[in-house]
């Protein structure tokens, strides 16, 4: 295995640096065990700008939702 490894090194060291980093991205690519987690992130996150966008949620500047949270705190 060591072997294959080191060509596999060498060979990749030739592509260039767009081509590694896309080589790169696929490879941690295949090691997420559970894509189901990472669809139903983007199918939540998804419906979540949907409704943003239709107005059936509104959205709220962040220093107003800190302020709401630290008042519900006390």
């Known amino acids: 295995m060591g072997n294959q490894l080191e060509l596999l ?5 030739k592509l260039t640096a767009g081509e590694r980093a896309a080589f790169a991205q696929l ?4 090691l997420d065990e ?3 987690i990472e669809e139903a ?10 409704d943003i966008e239709s ?5 709220i500047p962040i220093a ?3 302020a709401q949270v ?5």
């Not at 090194?9 to 060291?13: F, H, I, R, T």
């Open 41 to 50: 992130w983007a199918a939540e996150t998804e419906r979540r700008i949907a």
């Open 9 to 13: 090194e060498a060979e990749a060291l």
């Open 27 to 30: 490879l941690l690519a295949s």
């Open 55 to 59: 107005g059936v949620s509104q959205v």
């Open 34 to 36: 559970d894509s189901e």
């Open 64 to 66: 107003d939702a800190l």
């Open 70 to 74: 630290r008042a519900a705190l006390k």
